[in-house]
Structure formats: C-alpha cells, structure tokens
C-alpha cells in the first residue's frame, strides 16, 4: 500500500506544481491581452478625437475672412495681409511663441522639407513677445520660410483657443479653408495634409 501511495503522492505534488505554475501564467496572458486590446482602443479613440477635432474646426470655419492685419517680414519691411497673396491661395501656417515650442519647430522643418522646391505656395504667420525675437528665432529655424510677425490676438476665431500651432488655407477673397490642427503623435497624418494641400495649390 505505501509503494502505491508514494507513486500517488508524487503525481499529485507534480499536478498542484503544474497548476500553481499555470494559472498565474494564464492570468497574466489574460492580463496582457486585455492591455493590449485596451491600448488598441484607446489609440483608436485618439486618433477618432483627432479626426472629429479637425472635421467640426473645418466645418466652423471654412469661409471665414480673415482680418486685414499687418505682418512685419523685417524692420523696413510691412505689408497689409491683404497685400501678400497672389492670385492664387496660399498655405498658411500659423504659431505663437505660446504654443508648444519643440511642436511647431517640427511642423517648420516639416515645411521647409515638403515645400523645399516651392516655398512661394506658403507663408509663416508667428508671434512672439518683440519683433526681436522673431527675428532670431527666423534666423535660426526659417531661413527659407517667408515668415511674417503678427499681433498675438490677431485672429480672434475659435482654433485659437485650442492653443496649437495650425494651418488653413487663405485664398485670394481672403477667405479660408483646409483648416488642420497638426499633432506630433501623428507625424504621418501631419506628411499627408501637407502633401495634398501642396497638390491643391499647384493646381
């Protein structure tokens, strides 16, 4: 009977191993998985926000006419807005010293990659506390850019509450359209906005 008992024992000590080993392990594969999905779900929450943001912000203000302000390019050099474009719209990218600053210098490299062989299709509206430091920081990050210094409350429409960077289209009425607020966790969404704007103005 002991010699029965002793294989018996044995076995079983090996099945509540095998189960004090394998339940934990299972529970947190469980674990993972639901973090994963989680994770998945959220991402696609994010980038849902994101979509909605710029839909119900180009609802808004597609068609919306855009203040005569004056934009400084240098000390001796100041334009009416009304002055600068052409006959044709323009891209305009628009920041503040206020919003995120590593945010909108890679928006500007971002810029000054995609629109390296036709810069004439944009314009640069920026502020900062003096002209000064425009100056400066134009020196330093927009050497190609055709850049302009505006009053901080220049415009006074609804994207600017979000306190981001952004673009829109200014077309020659001085109406606008293509408003789109770039993020730096979508840097590929941010690449196609700027390639199909950039389609749209070399029509």
């Known amino acids: 009977m002991k010699d029965i008992n002793k294989p018996l024992l ?9 189960l004090c080993f394998y339940f934990p392990n299972k529970i947190m594969e469980v674990k993972h ?30 068609g919306l006419v855009v203040p005569d ?14 002055e600068i474009p052409e006959s044709r719209p323009l891209l305009i990218y628009r920041y503040s010293h206020k919003n995120c600053t590593p945010c909108y210098i890679e928006d500007l490299e971002m810029l000054q990659e995609e629109f390296s062989d036709s810069f004439d299709l944009l314009m640069v509206l920026c502020s900062y506390q003096t002209e000064r430091d425009f100056v400066i920081f134009k020196r330093l990050h927009q050497k190609k850019l055709p850049g302009y210094h505006i009053p901080i409350h220049a415009f006074d429409w609804i994207v600017e509450d979000y306190g981001n960077p952004y673009y829109f289209v200014l077309h020659p009425d001085m109406k ?22 950039k389609r749209f103005l070399s029509k």
Request: glycine share 2%; aromatic share 14%.
């Open 69 to 82: 302000i004056f934009c400084t390019k240098s000390r001796n050099e100041r334009y009416l807005l009304s």
């Open 10 to 18: 044995i076995v079983l000590c090996v099945i509540i191993l095998f």
């Open 176 to 197: 606008i359209s293509h408003v789109y607020v770039p993020n730096k966790i979508y840097p590929e969404f941010n690449r196609q906005y700027l390639e199909g704007v």
């Open 33 to 62: 998985v639901h973090n994963s999905l989680s994770e998945f779900v959220a991402e696609i929450q994010m980038e849902e926000e994101f979509y909605q943001l710029n839909f119900d912000l180009n609802n808004k203000m597609t």
